[in-house]
């Protein structure tokens, strides 16, 4: 099964969208070792300034082992957003704006989650700034310009989202090849890297 019509988009540029989680390091390795063609221009990872700091070190790790360039781009500090204090022009109340995922519990008992806006803004809008600006993209484009590629597998289908752009195309190498997230693990502890 090949979701990606390498025919049409093969040979547009791609960029790994790396989180620096098992799934997109396990694809950056497999890039490096020329396993997936063709070879990402470059990486990027959003980052959030409150990662756990494991991340960071696994991160720097990573771009060690990577012949391409990783580009770390941002918005800001999310901890600092979700401890700011807001009010309201309307009413003079004071909120909280929630932009991580938090859960509570309804009035009729249930388990609901809060609005969150945490992804969009600062992992999904920062790659996609910085993927317009390498390749150039002109505003209000409509022709695909670059792959993005995206570390979802198999047991994670339901994150899986076509491009909300026309200049972009999405490409999921480890759904391409039916590959989990224990595959991943499996496949680094195989070939000898950290976990």
């Known amino acids: 099964m090949s979701l990606f019509d390498e025919n049409k988009f093969g ?4 960029y790994l969208s790396l989180g620096a989680g098992v799934q997109s390091s ?5 890039y490096a070792l020329g396993e997936l063609k063709p070879m990402p221009k470059a990486a990027i990872f959003a980052d959030t300034q409150a990662e756990p700091h494991s991340v960071y070190v696994w991160l720097e790790w990573l771009k060690g082992q990577l012949p391409y360039p990783v580009y770390t781009v941002t918005r800001g500090s999310l901890a600092d957003a979700e401890m700011q204090i807001k009010t309201s022009k309307k009413t003079g109340k004071k909120y909280r704006k929630t932009l991580i995922p938090a859960f509570a519990k309804n009035k009729d008992g249930t388990i609901g989650i809060l609005g969150r806006a945490c992804t969009r803004d600062y992992k999904i809008d920062v790659i996609r700034n910085q993927l317009k600006m390498l390749e150039q993209v002109p505003r209000g484009c409509k022709e695909e310009k670059l792959v993005q590629v995206i570390g979802i597998s ?3 289908l339901k994150r899986m989202k076509p491009s909300r752009d026309k200049w972009w195309v999405a490409r999921f190498p480890l759904i391409e090849s039916r590959v989990s997230r224990k595959a991943c693990l499996d496949c680094m502890e195989k070939k000898g890297f950290p976990l």
């Open 11 to 14: 040979n547009l540029p791609h």
């Open 26 to 30: 396990t694809l950056a390795l497999m």
């Open 154 to 156: 198999t047991d994670e």
